[in-house]
C-alpha cells in the first residue's frame, strides 16, 4: 500500500500547554485511518498541522513527498470541525468557488455538484441560498466542496456530528467508496460504532500522544478483552465462583461477565458450573466504545500494553 501522508514527530504547545507531545503515524492510498482521543487530545491540533493552519515547534509532514510550502494542498479536501460557509452565496457558487480555490475545472466542478446534490438528497437546492438550508444540509454541501475536486486526502474532522441517521448512512457509503477508489482518508470522530464499522486502521492520541496505532484487528486482540453476556437465573455467589473472570455486572436475569485478559473462551466455558442456568449465552470482544473509555479513562488496560 503506498503512503501518502507522513506525520513525524509533531510536537507543538501553546503557552506552557504541550498539546502534542510527537505525533507520527503514515495515511496510505485506500484507506479509511481514524484519529481518535477524548475532548482535548490533541486531534484537531494535528490536523490543523497537517492542513498548514499552524505549524509545529518540531516535526514535519510529508505529503506525496512534499513538505512545508510545497504540500500540494490542491489534492487535499478537508472538513474542518468548525463548519462555516458564506451565508448569503447560493449553493452552486459557494460550490463553484470552492473548486477554483484548488484549480479545479469549473465546467467538471458543475457536473459533478449537481450528480453530489442529488445524491446527498439537495437535488434543486443549487439555487437555494446558504442562509436557507437547515444545519444538516448545510454539512452536506461543505462536505460535498470537500470531495469536489476529487482530492487524494480528505480530511474529516467530526463529518458525523449533528447528521440524522439517513445522512450518516450516506456520508458513510460515500467516504468508504472514496477509499475503495483510492483517496486516502484521515477521519477524526466520537462516533465509535462507525469508526468500528468504517476504518481500517486507527491512532488514538491521549494528552498529546500515541496510546493506539494499528489496524483494527490489531487493536481488538492487543486491547480487547472477551465479555460474556449470560441470561439466566443465577445467584450472584454462583456467578462469582467462575474462574477467570475480571468483574461482574449484573442486570436482573442478565449478567455481564468481562474475562481476564489472554482468556481463551473455549477453554474457559469448560470451567462454568454445571449447576448454571444458562437460557442464552454471548461471547464477544468487548467494542470499540468500550475500549475508548478504558483507556480514555486510565482503566486497566494501558497499564498493561502502554500503547501498540
Ligand atoms: N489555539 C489554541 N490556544 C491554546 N490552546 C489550544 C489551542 N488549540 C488547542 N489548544 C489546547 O490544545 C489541546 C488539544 O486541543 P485539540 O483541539 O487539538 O483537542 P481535540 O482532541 O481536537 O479535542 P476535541 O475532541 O474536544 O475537539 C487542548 O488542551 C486545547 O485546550
Known amino acids: 500500500m503506498k503512503t501518502l501522508l507522513t506525520v513525524q514527530n509533531l510536537k507543538k504547545s501553546f503557552k506552557d500547554k504541550e498539546a502534542l507531545k510527537g505525533i507520527s503515524f503514515?495515511?496510505?492510498?485506500?484507506?479509511?485511518?481514524?484519529?481518535?482521543?477524548?475532548?482535548?487530545?490533541?486531534?484537531?491540533?494535528?490536523?490543523?498541522?497537517?492542513?498548514?493552519?499552524?505549524?509545529?515547534?518540531?516535526?514535519?509532514?510529508?505529503?506525496?513527498?512534499q513538505s512545508g510550502e510545497a504540500i500540494p494542498k490542491s489534492k487535499i479536501?478537508?472538513?474542518?470541525?468548525?463548519?462555516?460557509?458564506?451565508?448569503?452565496?447560493?449553493?452552486m457558487d459557494i460550490l463553484l468557488y470552492l473548486a477554483d480555490l484548488k484549480n479545479y475545472p469549473l465546467d467538471k466542478a458543475?457536473?459533478?455538484?449537481?450528480?453530489?446534490?442529488?445524491?446527498?438528497?439537495?437535488?434543486?437546492?443549487?439555487?437555494?441560498?446558504?442562509?436557507?438550508?437547515?444545519?444538516?444540509?448545510?454539512?452536506?454541501?461543505?462536505?460535498?466542496?470537500?470531495?469536489?475536486?476529487?482530492?487524494?486526502?480528505?480530511?474529516?474532522?467530526?463529518?458525523?456530528?449533528?447528521?440524522?441517521?439517513?445522512?450518516?448512512?450516506?456520508?458513510?457509503?460515500?467516504?468508504?467508496?472514496?477509499?475503495?477508489?483510492?483517496?486516502?482518508?484521515?477521519?477524526?470522530?466520537?462516533?465509535?460504532?462507525?469508526?468500528?464499522?468504517?476504518?481500517?486502521?486507527?491512532?488514538?492520541?491521549q494528552h498529546g500522544q500515541k496510546v493506539i496505532y494499528g489496524t483494527l484487528d490489531e487493536v481488538k486482540k492487543q486491547y480487547a478483552n472477551f465479555k460474556c453476556i449470560l441470561h439466566g437465573e443465577n445467584p450472584p455467589a454462583l456467578l462469582e465462583k467462575i474462574p477467570e473472570v475480571d468483574?461482574?455486572?449484573?442486570?436482573?436475569?442478565?449478567?455481564?461477565?468481562?474475562?481476564?485478559?489472554?482468556?481463551?473462551?473455549?477453554?474457559?466455558?469448560k470451567q462454568l458450573p454445571a449447576e448454571l442456568d444458562v437460557q442464552e449465552l454471548h461471547i464477544n470482544r468487548i467494542s470499540l466504545h468500550e475500549i475508548f473509555i478504558d483507556i480514555a479513562t486510565d482503566k486497566h488496560l494501558l497499564s498493561q500494553e502502554g500503547g501498540a
Open 110 to 205: 458543475k457536473e459533478r455538484i449537481l450528480t453530489y446534490l442529488k445524491k446527498f438528497d439537495l437535488e434543486g437546492k443549487e439555487n437555494t441560498s446558504v442562509e436557507e438550508l437547515s444545519k444538516g444540509m448545510s454539512q452536506k454541501v461543505q462536505f460535498i466542496g470537500s470531495i469536489l475536486h476529487e482530492p487524494d486526502l480528505l480530511i474529516l474532522d467530526e463529518p458525523f456530528s449533528g447528521l440524522d441517521p439517513v445522512s450518516q448512512e450516506i456520508f458513510k457509503d460515500e467516504i468508504a467508496s472514496l477509499a475503495a477508489n483510492g483517496t486516502a482518508i484521515l477521519l477524526s470522530s466520537h462516533q465509535m460504532n462507525l469508526v468500528e464499522q468504517m476504518c481500517d486502521r486507527l491512532f488514538m492520541i
Open 247 to 269: 468483574r461482574i455486572e449484573h442486570h436482573g436475569s442478565r449478567s455481564i461477565l468481562h474475562l481476564q485478559k489472554g482468556v481463551i473462551p473455549h477453554y474457559w466455558l
Open 77 to 91: 479536501g478537508y472538513l474542518p470541525e468548525e463548519r462555516g460557509l458564506y451565508k448569503d452565496v447560493k449553493v
Open 26 to 65: 503514515e495515511v496510505n492510498r485506500g484507506e479509511i485511518m481514524a484519529i481518535l482521543g477524548p475532548n482535548g487530545a490533541g486531534k484537531s491540533t494535528t490536523i490543523r498541522n497537517i492542513m498548514g493552519i499552524m505549524y509545529p515547534d518540531s516535526g514535519e509532514v510529508h505529503f506525496h513527498q
